[in-house]
């Protein structure tokens, strides 16, 4: 009888695939140069009727083979979503924009209406920024609610391009009556300083529309605050704000927390690494005391705040019966002060929303109190010079230097956060060790455990890097599975059969009526498998599924013999006790 239900249940998860109207070729890690290297790729894309959306990241695709694709595209009327992001690591920078052009001439032709456009982790600079302006600026794009170019290397020139086609395509499609309305804009680590943020929250606040803005780590000063603090009061749908590890000082703290005045429906403001200071949090303060209803998730972290401020931040979120949590690490609150505020949230009966503490930076000295005039005259007298063309140059080497898969190394004294989507998207043993004590943390807060399958790849992700004779590394890859799969079989929303038949999927065990392809199976995927089954937030039920797929000849497994029988007789002894 539990045969048959496995057996039942297996064939259930079997059958189960990703959105409907979706072709995924995604993390195949396969280089296609010219057309006769995506035939079978084109084919199927000409085959499916009802394409809406095509998956393409995590391969690198050629000028040919991408023109041979957008060819296949060009009937496509009902396509949606370009999930295109990392498709050009190894290409030359005069590769892309061609590639990209002949995608987006595609699509105009086809008449599709687009939804989603994510290009992010392309690194294609400025030019790359002019593959796809006319595509941005045509009907195709009329419909657009997301656009993701996360880590794109845009720079300043990039982000003056974006802006005017984001504004080109709002003026004409609101002369036919129906203007754009983007919802979500994803431009994290792109160099675009204050010129490139200035010209984009022009564009933002024409629009009026959006409901979440990630704009971390791109040098934007105060200029470039201040002005994305005037357009996000003109789009007062606003629920997400990021613009972590940006430096607002001040001057930029203070307008945005007037601007928050207006948003009354935001529920992330994430601000961390910001250098609010003192009075930037004291007004933030303020604004989130008297407003701001539904806020859940306040992060004012690393900005040099001291107890005093620290408190009012405490006091300001008193009665935010939705908040989920409150970040104030990294600040100046000395040991007194880190104790005044936990004992103040415990007293709010608050206490387990505040995060950890354990980076404070201490009280400040006297000689080292904060003068934000001096910061902001140093940053006004600032002029383009021989050194600052240097650096441009720079980075664009570096740009191209990422593309070509060179490894990149970031100078000590450059303060630059972990960079946990680096690691998930190039997976690195080296990469893991380097997110250091916290990066169990930090992948649980990267990866989206509401959705099953981006759990599943996370999971095969960090434990394609597991090393048995390595003892750091697999201790670093079983801490962060631990950290996720608890996070994600202990969230209520999780869909635990659905993460299983996403991994076995993955895995090549399963089929897929979507066409995922699967990934190279290594040991470490089985260890780490094996690991998991083990544990108690594992549920006993998809042990029993596992072990039915597991115990079948598969070609995908031969190659990780041991591995392989260590992961069935575990299986199985564990199926047997229950």
């Known amino acids: 009888m539990a045969t048959d239900i496995v057996a039942q249940l297996a064939d259930s998860l ?77 290409r030359l920078r005069s590769e892309i924009p061609p590639a990209l052009n002949s ?23 400025p030019d790359g920024v002019k593959g796809i302006e006319k595509l941005l600026k045509s009907t195709a794009c009329y419909t657009l ?110 307008a945005m927390a007037q601007a928050l005045k207006h948003l009354r429906s935001i529920q992330v403001i994430n601000f961390g690494d910001c250098l609010v200071r003192p009075a930037g949090a004291t007004a933030i303060a303020e604004t989130v005391s008297e407003g701001l209803p539904i806020l859940k998730e306040l992060n004012l972290a690393f900005g040099e705040i001291t107890e005093e401020a620290a408190l009012a931040v405490a006091q300001a979120v008193k009665d935010k019966d939705q908040l ?49 005039d001096d910061d902001d005259e140093e940053e006004d007298e600032e002029d383009i010079d021989e050194e600052e063309l240097e650096e441009e140059e720079e980075e664009e080497e570096e740009l191209e230097e990422e593309r070509r898969g060179v490894k990149l190394s970031t100078p000590e004294s450059a303060h630059r956060p972990p960079d946990v989507s680096s690691f998930l998207c190039f997976p690195s043993p080296d990469k893991l060790l380097k997110l250091g004590a916290k990066r169990a943390l930090l992948i649980e807060q990267q990866v989206d455990v509401a959705d099953a399958h981006k759990t599943a790849e996370a999971f095969l992700k960090i434990a394609s890097v597991y090393k048995e004779e390595n003892i750091d590394v697999k201790n670093a890859v ?33 089929k897929s009526e979507d066409k995922v392809k699967p990934v190279l199976v290594v040991p470490g995927h089985l260890h780490a498998l094996e690991h998991v089954v083990q544990q108690d937030y594992f549920p006993k039920e998809n042990v029993a599924v596992l072990e039915a797929f597991m115990s079948r000849n598969n070609k995908a497994l031969e190659s990780c013999g041991n591995a392989t029988n260590s992961l069935q007789s575990t299986l199985q002894r564990f199926r047997s006790a229950s």
């Open 14 to 90: 079997a059958k189960t695939g990703v959105e409907e109207g979706e072709l995924s070729y995604k993390g195949q890690g396969r280089k296609l140069d010219d057309a006769q290297s995506v035939e079978e790729m084109v084919k199927e894309i000409q085959d499916f009727e009802g394409l809406q959306a095509l998956r393409l990241e995590g391969n690198t695709y050629g000028v040919e083979a991408a023109q041979a694709i957008a060819k296949a595209l060009e009937t496509k009327k009902e396509f949606k979503c370009c999930y295109w992001s990392d498709m050009f690591t190894g």
């Open 324 to 372: 989920k949590r409150l970040d104030l690490n990294g600040n100046c609150l000395g040991e007194d002060g880190c104790k005044a505020l936990k004992d103040c949230m415990v007293d709010m009966k608050m206490g387990d929303l505040l995060g950890s503490l354990s980076d404070d930076e201490g009280e400040p000295e006297d000689d080292e109190e904060d003068d934000d």
């Open 478 to 510: 079983l801490e962060s599975i631990d950290a996720l799969l608890k996070k994600a079989f202990g969230t209520p929303s999780f869909q635990g059969y659905n993460f299983v038949s996403a991994l076995l999927v993955l895995l090549g065990l399963i």
């Open 145 to 254: 609610q997301e656009l993701r170019l996360n880590n794109c290397g845009m720079g300043i020139g990039g982000g003056k391009i974006l802006a005017a086609a984001l504004t080109q395509c709002h003026k004409k499609s609101s002369a036919e009556g129906a203007p754009l309305s983007l919802k979500m804009f994803v431009a994290g680590r792109n160099r675009l300083e204050n010129d490139g943020a200035t010209a984009l929250a022009q564009a933002f606040q024409l629009m009026g529309s959006l409901e979440e803005v990630h704009m971390p780590q791109n040098g934007i000063n105060h200029p470039g605050v201040t002005a994305l603090a005037t357009a996000m009061q003109h789009n007062a749908n606003l629920r997400v704000l990021n613009l972590n590890d940006n430096t607002f000082t001040e001057k930029g703290a203070i």
């Open 103 to 125: 995608l987006g001439d595609a699509l105009m032709l086809a008449g599709a209406r687009l939804t989603v456009i994510d290009l992010s982790d392309n690194a294609f600079g």
